[in-house]
């Protein structure tokens, strides 16, 4: 009998033991996360224009012709390009009225730059020709001579212009700082007149001296007409 009860009274506990372990939660355990990389979103630099340094607006250097060197400055005329002589060959007066004779090569062109003055063609002299010139008393006046016939080869390049200070010698092109001629066939001469009135102390008014200027002067101070020097 007590044999029984012992077997009932396992058995009730195995049943509990069984009924325990089919309530408990198997756990399974879980496998750990593994974080995932985030890619940072760096936001990419905006794209900026470049920046661009203002560059000034030059204006072109100016082009200029090349330099004469001293040689071609200094260079002496083509021979068949000689300048043209005029030599004075004496002054006198006829009725009051001043003459300048003036001899020039055959050939020779000349005009007369001073106004009141004019010459003339006065024949053939000593293989030169004769040029008679008259105009106010005791005064200078300018005479331009050019041979026709001088031929001066130029050059022609294709730039003329200089800086300033020089000038362009459009016969040796090229840029210089001696004055130039303008024609190179052409040479201007200064004379002067003598005086014929000598007797300048006769006119004793002012006015009739300042009429006869050119060869007279008033002094004020002695109050006479002096014969201008």
């Known amino acids: 009998m007590s044999n029984f009860f012992k077997s009932i009274a396992l058995t009730g506990m195995l049943l509990s033991v069984l009924t325990t372990s089919c309530n408990l939660v198997v756990l399974t ?58 030599e004075e060959s004496s002054t006198f007066c006829i009725k009051k009225d001043p003459y300048n004779l003036i001899l020039i090569d055959k050939g020779m062109t000349y005009e007369v730059l001073t106004d009141g003055f004019k010459c003339t063609d006065g024949g053939i002299q000593d293989g030169k020709q004769l040029l008679t010139c008259t105009g106010q008393y005791s005064a200078e006046f300018a005479l331009n001579v050019c041979d026709p016939a001088c031929a001066v080869p130029t050059v022609q390049p294709s730039l003329t212009t200089c800086p300033q200070g020089y ?60 014969l201008r020097r």
């Open 29 to 86: 355990p879980t496998p750990a996360s593994t974080a995932s990389p985030i890619a940072s979103s760096t936001p990419a630099a905006s794209p900026t224009a470049a920046l661009t340094t203002a560059v000034p607006v030059v204006s072109p250097t100016p082009e200029y012709a090349p330099f004469c060197n001293s040689s071609s400055v200094t260079a002496a005329p083509p021979v068949q390009c000689q300048l043209p002589v005029a």
């Open 167 to 226: 000038n362009y010698n459009a016969f040796q092109g090229c840029c210089t700082q001696e004055a130039q001629q303008v024609s190179p066939n052409c040479q201007a001469y200064e004379f002067r007149t003598t005086s014929c009135v000598v007797r300048c102390f006769e006119f004793q008014k002012e006015s009739k001296c300042k009429r006869n200027s050119w060869a007279c002067t008033w002094n004020d101070k002695d109050k006479i007409c002096e």
